[in-house]
């Protein structure tokens, strides 16, 4: 993490993700690109 960040990367972590998460903690990690305006410059979305 500290790597991407010193790369100038946005990072975004959530916390408390469990291993096969439920669809509306997938549909809350995909709107976090949205809320920071950051959506079209996206590389990737590790779960």
Known sequence: ME???ASG???V???GVMP???VEKLA???RIP????CHR???Y???
């Open 9 to 11: 990367k946005v990072v």
């Open 28 to 30: 809350e990690g995909v």
């Open 20 to 22: 096969n998460p439920m």
């Open 3 to 5: 790597l991407l960040k």
């Open 45 to 47: 979305c590790l779960y």
């Open 34 to 37: 949205f809320t920071i305006r």
């Open 41 to 43: 410059n996206i590389g």
């Open 13 to 15: 972590e959530d916390g």
